[in-house]
């Protein structure tokens, strides 16, 4: 595990060249939507060093209301976007997982939010990701 940025309810780390960040519902309380994604577009860079990673946010622990508020704000920031290779979020119910596919459906994002409810499938899409993107990438400048 490289850095860490902890404070205020939310954690971002960097593990198996995966961005993670768990969040708690004191977070919310202290910063609006503006706040929030400066936080994540200044923490980003910091611990990704410029390489383009995914980024793992575990909503699981969240109430719907406030995990419906860092999935709408991360998978609608353009800033965001640039700075990571795909979003992938951790959700404990399958009836949010459901809420944010159809959400993914009607944004009709390029590359859309991954969803999972299993912390092992989520990880291991984020290193076949990696794994792919790195591939295309030495193939590209060869």
């Known amino acids: 595990m490289r850095s860490v940025i902890q404070f205020d309810g ?3 780390w960097v593990d198996q060249d995966i961005i ?3 969040l708690d519902s004191v977070f919310f309380s202290k910063y609006e939507k503006a706040n929030i994604e400066e936080i994540f577009y200044n923490a980003i860079p910091i611990l990704s060093k410029g390489t383009y990673m995914p ?3 575990n909503i699981e622990n969240l109430e719907r209301p406030c995990a419906l508020k860092i999935f709408n704000i991360i998978s609608k920031s353009a800033q965001i ?6 979003r992938i ?3 404990n119910s399958i009836e949010l997982k ?5 959400n993914n459906i009607i944004v009709k994002q390029v590359v859309p939010n991954k969803i999972f409810r299993g912390y092992d499938a989520a990880v291991n899409f984020c290193k076949n990701d990696y794994m792919i993107f790195n591939e295309v990438s030495e193939h590209r400048f060869s």
């Open 55 to 57: 980024f793992l946010i």
């Open 20 to 22: 993670h960040c768990n």
């Open 89 to 91: 979020f951790l959700v």
């Open 81 to 86: 976007k640039r700075l990571v290779l795909s």
């Open 98 to 102: 459901v809420i944010l596919s159809l």
């Open 10 to 12: 939310i954690k971002f």
